[in-house]
């Protein structure tokens, strides 16, 4: 603003027009990242889940344990406490952990386990234990924490066979998140594909398209998952496993997507850009690359996260039926077949810590879900 004199008189006008925000000269990714970034739930959301996959990547390292690792004399043992205060009161420095040693129940003579407050174990960072190969590239002992020996450090407790229930967990997400990972990204690609020709070319093809669909969404997801589980042929390495897992995860996700991109592709090929370049001489998979695909690609990538929570809940559950990965794999499913057993959650809750897991990992990514539908409505400001 500058003030003008005007016929002997002060007026105020403005010499130019106020400079325009950003936010109106940004491509759509770019909108979406700024509607993203006001979106609280979402950034919390996508920080957990940051956390869990990074745990998940260096999963070896962080567990204290191995996935082979047990120990007779610590059967069902409870979660120890992390203390920093000794039992004559006095602060410590360092953290530590109480021995623990069996006992029995006066009245119900029920193993059990009490903490020696007089045996302390110091807990330390980058301890040496058993031997892995760090992201497949070296072998190395170092764990991210632990105890020396002859101490051992359960703060989720232990399972049936003594084995670390923390570090069974943090190394089950390896399989449990990656799984839908990778069978999403599968479904992504055929749903996409499929869905976008016959939503293109319409005629005999979307009606052909359309009844394979139909069959395959018409049977129930249990015995479908129970069909194709009972096809693997039994004893079959992890790898071989895990690949059949995903296998049939992106069999039977690729459907409802390929509905959405069939429904997108019919209302978008009779724009006038569309004609203006199939009469321009463009090839179909230009057009469908070039200019039908950027129209909705950020909601089919919501679309993409909205599915993930649906297999991560479908491993979990086929793993704790039996029918998905089995030992001496782990996922969170299979660690949570040992509460299948009501006297194992009565006497031992701390077996239901997986499916706090499973609930905050659904919960994150159906957050982050709602947080992108949000910033890719074109029509919210």
Request: avoid cysteine.
């Amino acid at each position: 603003m500058k003030t003008i004199p005007i016929f002997g008189r002060q007026k105020i006008t403005p010499i130019k027009p106020a400079i325009a925000n950003d936010v109106y000269y940004s491509s759509q990714w770019r909108l979406m990242y700024l509607r993203l970034k006001k979106h609280k739930l979402a950034r919390i959301s996508l920080f957990i889940l940051s956390m869990l996959y990074l745990a998940a990547i260096f999963a070896q390292f962080i567990a204290p344990y191995g996935l082979q690792s047990y120990d007779s004399k610590y059967v069902n043992a409870p979660p120890v406490k992390v203390s920093f205060i000794d039992a004559d009161g006095k602060f410590q420095f360092r953290p530590f952990v109480s021995e623990l040693k069996s006992a029995r129940d006066p009245v119900t003579l029920r193993k059990m386990f009490v903490q020696d407050d007089k045996v302390r174990h110091a807990v330390r960072f980058f301890v040496q234990g058993e031997t892995y190969q760090f992201l497949g590239l070296f072998s190395t002992n170092i764990h991210l924490f632990g105890v020396d020996e002859p101490g051992r450090l359960f703060l989720f407790g232990t399972d049936g066979m003594g084995r670390d229930l923390l570090s069974r967990i943090v190394l089950g997400s390896q399989i449990s998140l990656s799984i839908p990972l990778i069978g999403v990204a599968i479904s992504f690609v055929l749903g996409l594909l499929i869905g976008g020709v016959s939503g293109y070319f319409g005629g005999w093809i979307d009606s052909v398209i359309q009844r394979v669909i139909e069959i395959i969404r018409s049977f129930p997801t249990l015995p479908l998952w129970m069909a194709l589980s009972a096809a693997i042929p039994p004893r079959i390495p992890v790898v071989t496993m895990y690949i059949y897992i995903v296998i049939i995860f992106a069999f039977i996700g690729w459907t409802e997507l390929a509905r959405v991109a069939r429904g997108k592709f019919i209302s978008l090929k009779n724009e006038e850009y569309v004609l203006a370049a199939k009469i321009a001489g463009v090839s179909d998979a230009k057009i469908i690359l070039k200019h039908l695909l950027p129209g909705f690609i950020s909601y089919l990538v919501v679309a993409t996260t909205l599915a993930i929570p649906s297999m991560i809940l479908g491993e979990t559950a086929m793993s704790f039926l039996g029918l998905g990965i089995r030992s001496p794999a782990t996922s969170w499913g299979v660690l949570l077949q040992e509460a299948q057993q009501i006297e194992n959650i009565a006497l031992y809750p701390w077996k239901l810590i997986p499916l706090g897991f499973v609930i905050i990992t659904v919960l994150t990514f159906n957050f982050l879900g709602d947080g992108l539908r949000d910033a890719a409505d074109p029509y919210k400001r």
